[in-house]
C-alpha cells in the first residue's frame, strides 16, 4: 500500500538559516510528488511538485525539492528561512487513477527571530 | 488562476441542525474533492466526483451527503452530526481525476455542538 513517511514532527530554525524537511514515500509505480503548505485555520497551498524529468523541482517562495528514487525520498528544502515561512508542511503523493493524495502527518516549522 | 472557495468560513450548528457547505472553483476542473481534516493531522479524503459523478465515497457516514449540481459547484450537506464531526472541511478541485494536481480551498471551520 501507498504510505508517505515525514520523520520529524516539529522542526525549530532560526531565520536565515537553511531548511530541509523530510519525507520518503512507499509506491510500487513512478509516484506523483507533492508537498503543500498550511498555515494555521487555513487551507492548503502547493509548494511544489514532481511527476517526472528533472529530479529537483521548483517552486513557489524559494522551495525546491529533490526526487531521488534510490532513497524513495522527497525532501523540501530552502536556503534561507523566512518568519513567515512558519507553518505545517504536507508531503503527499498521489495514490493513482482514484485521484486519492495520501499525505504524510505533517511537519511543523517554527522559526526562532 | 488557481482559486478554490468555500463558504461559509466559519460554522457552528447544533446536532439537529440541518447546513450546507458551499464550494466554487472556475478552473475548467472536472474533478472535485471533500476532504476533512482534524486538528494536527493530515486531511483525509471523503468524497470524489468526476464529471459531476460521485467516483468515490471513502465510507462517509449518510450524514454527510455530497452534491454536484454542476461541474463548478460542490455542496456538502450536514444533517445530524455529532461533535466529533468538528474538523475542517476542505474542498479541492483538479483537472482531471487521477494523478493532478488539486488546488485547494481555504476551507470551512465547523464546530458541532
Known amino acids: 500500500a501507498q504510505s508517505v513517511t515525514q520523520p520529524d514532527i516539529h522542526i525549530t530554525v532560526s531565520e536565515g538559516a537553511s531548511l530541509e524537511l523530510r519525507c520518503n514515500y512507499s509506491?510500487?509505480?513512478?509516484?506523483?510528488l507533492f508537498w503543500y503548505v498550511q498555515s494555521p485555520g487555513q487551507g492548503l497551498q502547493l509548494l511544489l511538485k514532481y511527476f517526472s524529468g528533472d529530479t529537483l523541482v521548483q517552486g513557489i517562495k524559494g522551495f525546491e525539492a529533490e526526487f531521488k528514487r534510490s532513497q524513495s525520498s522527497f525532501n523540501l528544502r530552502k536556503p534561507s528561512v523566512h518568519w513567515s515561512d512558519a507553518a505545517e508542511y504536507f508531503c503527499a503523493v498521489d495514490g493513482g487513477s482514484q485521484g486519492n493524495l495520501i499525505f504524510g502527518k505533517g511537519t511543523k516549522l517554527s522559526v526562532k527571530p | 488562476d488557481t482559486e478554490v472557495t468555500q463558504t461559509p468560513k466559519h460554522l457552528v450548528m447544533g446536532m439537529t441542525n440541518k447546513k450546507s457547505l458551499k464550494c466554487e472553483q472556475h478552473?475548467?476542473?472536472?474533478?472535485m474533492y471533500w476532504y476533512k481534516q482534524k486538528a494536527k493531522k493530515p486531511p483525509e479524503l471523503m468524497f470524489v466526483y468526476s464529471y459531476e459523478k460521485l467516483s468515490i465515497n471513502e465510507s462517509v457516514p449518510s450524514r454527510f451527503s455530497p452534491e454536484c449540481p454542476n461541474s463548478s459547484l460542490l455542496n456538502l450537506h450536514l444533517h445530524a452530526l455529532q461533535p466529533e464531526d468538528s474538523a475542517l472541511y476542505l474542498c479541492?478541485?483538479?483537472?482531471?481525476?487521477?494523478?493532478?494536481?488539486?488546488?485547494f480551498g481555504p476551507g470551512t471551520r465547523l464546530l458541532v455542538l
Open positions: 509506491y510500487g509505480a513512478t509516484p506523483y
Open positions: 479541492a478541485s483538479s483537472y482531471l481525476q487521477g494523478a493532478e494536481t488539486q488546488y
Open positions: 478552473m475548467g476542473h472536472r474533478a
